[in-house]
Structure formats: structure tokens, C-alpha cells
């Protein structure tokens, strides 16, 4: 089974050697592709060395910063133009512990997406301050109560995909810029009737590199997780065909 990790980039040259060497650690069979929005700081030239250096690594580069959601698209199009079979979500600033990265896909065995998550027992926050927190969990009530989407960690980065449901959610269709990318896609994923877990994670707050949390991405994610409370089912269409829970062997 033939995974890649996306690891969206916005001026992360201070960790993104050590979150791409430490993700090609993690397990053999995994492949990098760091998607660089020609950040100022030079990380797009750090991440050309080490694909140059190793095969396995690969870059995207982007006119310009475009946002979390189109960096993604723009990495799972790439992804889903080859051959891999579970496409992974990470963040640069070592917030997420790139050595997860063998459960998280370990588990897509039993599991159309696997969700890193903070909040189910076992996963941890450390060195978040009390705001950060606070939105987050009161984020993830606003999103269940609105949607009915029956997860702690909505908006957590750090995922594992079956290339199945990338296939059915239309990414040309996906609209979020921000963190609401993750909602969307998670919302998505789970209305279409494929099988969502939550793995517990330990998140680390980034100690280097500046912190791309603003508060028109709060804002996005707010109106627009209104809107699809509205306007969509607030509970999964049955098992899709395409589901580990419709394949035989599922667990
Ligand atoms: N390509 C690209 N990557 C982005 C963009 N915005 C954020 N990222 C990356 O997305 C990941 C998550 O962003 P962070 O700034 O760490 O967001 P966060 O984890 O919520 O915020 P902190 O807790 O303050 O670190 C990081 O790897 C960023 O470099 C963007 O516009 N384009
Ligand atoms: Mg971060």
C-alpha cells in the first residue's frame, strides 16, 4: 500500500528538514510532497534540496500564499494523478509527530479516514494557551451541533485519506480556504457514508516559525460550517460502495 504525505508550507524553514527526514523515518513505503506557496523565508529551496537528495521527496510550488484548503487540492490532484492508495495530512512545524504517521496509516485498514485527534481519550495538548484551546473545543461543539458530524477533532490537520474518498469528494468542488478545509472535507467524508475514526494524537504546540492562525480563518470556518448545517443532511447517506465497511474483509 503505497501512502504520501502533503505537507502544506508557509515560511516553515526553521522545521521542514526535520518534519520531511522524520516523516521518511516514520515507514518505508511512504513518499513527501511538501507544497511550498513561494514562502519568503526560502523554505521552497530547503524543500528542492532534500527532493533532490532522495527520491521519495517531491515539491509543489505555488505562485504565491493561497491558503491551507488550495495547497491541499492542489497536493491530493497531484497524489491522485499517481498511484498512491492513502494520501496523508501534516503540518510543518512539528506539531504533529511525524513518527504517528505509521499508526495513522496503519489504520486506514479498518477506516475510509483516520483522524489524528486531540480529544478522544489518549490524545493530548501540550503547550497550547487557554484561548487556542478553547476555541478549538467550542469549535468542534458549534460543527457537531450545527452538522451532526459526529467528531471531537473536526479541524485537526494531521489525517490519513483512502484514495477512495478523495476520488468521490469532488475536490474541484471543495470550497474552504482556512482551517475550514478540514471541516469540509471531514463533513464530506462522513455524509458520503465512509467509515471516519479518530486516532489519538499527541499535538505539540509549534515552539519555532510564526504561527499562520488568524482570525478571518476562525471567521471562514464559522459561517461557513452555518451553511452547510443548513444546507446539507445531518446524518451520513448509508455506507458508500466504496467504504472498508462495504469490502468484505472489513473489520
Ligand atoms: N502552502 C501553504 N501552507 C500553509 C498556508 N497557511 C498555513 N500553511 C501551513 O499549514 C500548516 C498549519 O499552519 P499553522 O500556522 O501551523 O497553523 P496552526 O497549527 O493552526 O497554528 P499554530 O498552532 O500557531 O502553529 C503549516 O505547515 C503551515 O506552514 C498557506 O497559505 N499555504
Ligand atoms: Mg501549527
Given at each position: 500500500?503505497?501512502?504520501l504525505v502533503v505537507i502544506p508550507t508557509y515560511n516553515e524553514s526553521a522545521t521542514i528538514e526535520r518534519a520531511v527526514l522524520r516523516a521518511l523515518d516514520a515507514t518505508p513505503d511512504l513518499d513527501v510532497l511538501v507544497v511550498d506557496d513561494a514562502s519568503p523565508d526560502g523554505t521552497g529551496a530547503i524543500a528542492d534540496r532534500l527532493a533532490a537528495a532522495d527520491a521519495r521527496v517531491h515539491v509543489l510550488h505555488r505562485p504565491g500564499k493561497g491558503g491551507l484548503g488550495p495547497a491541499y487540492r492542489a497536493?491530493?490532484?497531484?497524489?491522485?494523478?499517481?498511484?498512491?492508495?492513502?494520501?496523508?495530512?501534516?503540518?510543518?512545524?512539528?506539531s504533529h509527530d511525524p513518527a504517528d504517521l505509521r499508526r495513522l496509516i496503519a489504520a486506514t485498514d479498518g477506516a475510509d479516514l483516520v483522524i489524528g485527534?486531540?480529544?478522544?481519550?489518549?490524545?493530548?495538548?501540550?503547550?497550547?494557551?487557554?484561548?487556542?484551546?478553547?476555541?478549538?473545543?467550542?469549535?468542534?461543539?458549534?460543527?457537531?451541533l450545527l452538522t451532526g458530524l459526529p467528531v471531537t477533532d473536526a479541524t485537526a490537520g494531521f489525517r490519513a485519506f483512502r484514495r477512495p474518498v478523495l476520488e468521490a469528494v469532488d475536490l474541484a468542488t471543495v470550497v474552504s480556504d482556512g482551517y475550514a478545509f478540514q471541516l469540509e472535507m471531514a463533513l464530506r467524508s462522513w455524509r458520503a457514508g465512509f467509515r471516519v475514526v479518530e486516532l489519538p494524537i499527541t499535538f505539540t504546540e509549534r515552539s519555532e516559525g510564526a504561527s499562520k492562525f488568524t482570525r478571518s480563518?476562525?471567521?471562514?470556518?464559522?459561517?461557513?460550517?452555518?451553511?452547510?448545517?443548513?444546507?446539507?443532511?445531518?446524518?451520513?447517506?448509508g455506507v458508500h460502495p466504496d467504504s472498508v465497511a462495504a469490502l468484505p474483509h472489513a473489520v
Open positions: 500500500m503505497h501512502a497536493g491530493f490532484a497531484w497524489g491522485l494523478a499517481r498511484q498512491y492508495q492513502v494520501l496523508c495530512e501534516m503540518d510543518a512545524d512539528l485527534s486531540r480529544y478522544v481519550p489518549g490524545g493530548r495538548v501540550e503547550n497550547w494557551p487557554a484561548h487556542r484551546l478553547l476555541v478549538s473545543r467550542w469549535g468542534n461543539r458549534y460543527v457537531n480563518i476562525v471567521v471562514e470556518a464559522l459561517w461557513r460550517t452555518a451553511r452547510w448545517g443548513l444546507a446539507g443532511p445531518r446524518r451520513a447517506a
